[in-house]
């Protein structure tokens, strides 16, 4: 909660993949509040109103998890909206033709996008989600200490800063 309020405030992108791994943890917890509040909430040294907010947090992320029926995989609805905004975003960039540097980014991160779409079998997921799947799918491949080729490392570098630039133009644009 404290955190996933923290990246919403100073980068989109990283928000959405912290909250596409707290989906996960709740997933790995069967969505049951006490195996969370006993994973999860404890391992905080703040006080107990902070945990008891984020005992609330995690039982409405659960409770939309199960009205959404996400229980087992797919993200949040208020998840997906955010990934519209930076598709639709990453859209009129590119349409308008006028920010030069985003195109170029975009060009670099293209070839790389599209062999992660084939590669995932989601020929239908615009470029934006193909990168933050695949991101969040290269930090769990950290997570678990697997071995990234150069190649792939090279790939993905690319598709990071794709993201960290729309990421940026959107924080920019919510500021304002």
């Known amino acids: 909660m404290i955190i996933a309020e923290q990246k919403r405030k100073e980068n989109i992108a990283e928000y959405l993949l912290y909250m596409y791994q707290v989906e996960d943890l709740i997933r ?9 509040e006993k994973s999860l909430i404890s391992q905080f040294e703040v006080p107990y109103e902070v945990k008891r907010d984020m005992r609330e947090w995690y039982r409405s992320l659960i ?3 199960k009205d959404e ?6 993200h949040l ?20 033709g ?5 195109r170029e980014v975009y060009q670099k991160a293209k070839p790389n996008l ?4 084939i590669k995932s079998g989601k020929r239908d997921e ?11 799918g290269l930090l769990i491949l950290k997570l678990k200490k697997a071995r990234i080729t150069g190649e792939t490392s090279r790939a993905f570098d ?9 990421s940026a133009r959107y924080m920019e644009k919510v500021a304002t």
């Open 28 to 36: 790995a917890n069967a969505l049951d509040i006490d195996r969370i």
């Open 63 to 65: 409770a939309m998890m």
């Open 69 to 74: 029926q996400k229980q087992e995989r797919g």
């Open 77 to 96: 609805n208020i998840l997906n909206n955010v990934t519209d905004n930076l598709r639709e975003m990453h859209e009129q960039i590119i349409l308008q």
């Open 98 to 102: 006028i920010d030069t540097s985003y």
């Open 114 to 117: 599209e062999a992660l779409r």
């Open 126 to 136: 615009s470029d934006i989600q193909v990168a933050l799947n695949g991101l969040y």
């Open 158 to 166: 690319t598709i990071r800063e794709l993201v960290a630039e729309l």
